[in-house]
């Protein structure tokens, strides 16, 4: 079904991938792409449970908007450990105005499909999404 306010498809692969992530935990992060001659957000990028945060920044384009879905693990002041789902929109200042505003407002539509998002970030650059970000957003 498409986004009224963008016309945005989201592709069927974009929440089997994120139930995965969620129930198996078969990835620590997806990095999603809206195709804009497709119309549709698509999986671009899924991280193998092994991977780290770092991975997960540099799979980010430095000058392109992108969705993404990051299983962040910490521990409580308890020494619980405890896992939170973030969806992050990354919009960084150099992408072009045009690929902001499509995010921009595809995102509430697409963030509803995915069932289970705990902790959103909205980042316009690196420092935005830091560690220590999602470690405070995290309690």
């Not at 990354?90 to 069932?115: C, G, H, Q």
Request: net charge neutral; proline share 4%; with cysteine.
């Amino acid at each position: 079904m498409a986004n009224a306010a963008s016309g945005m498809a989201v592709h069927d692969d974009c929440k089997l991938k994120f139930m995965e992530l969620k129930t198996k935990r078969t990835h620590r992060f997806i990095v999603y792409k809206i195709e804009e001659k497709q119309k549709q957000v698509m999986v671009e990028t899924l991280g193998e449970p092994v991977q780290t945060y770092e991975d997960f920044t540099a799979s980010l384009p430095a000058d392109e908007c992108r969705y993404a879905v990051f299983d962040f693990d910490y521990m409580t002041v308890d020494n619980v450990p405890k896992s939170r789902i973030f969806f992050v929109a990354w919009s960084p200042d150099t992408a072009r105005v045009r690929n902001k505003m499509i995010y921009a407002s595809s995102k509430d539509r697409f963030k509803r499909e995915l069932d289970g998002i705990q902790v959103e970030l909205q980042a316009t650059d690196p420092t935005e999404m830091g560690l220590d970000v999602f470690k405070s957003r995290a309690n």
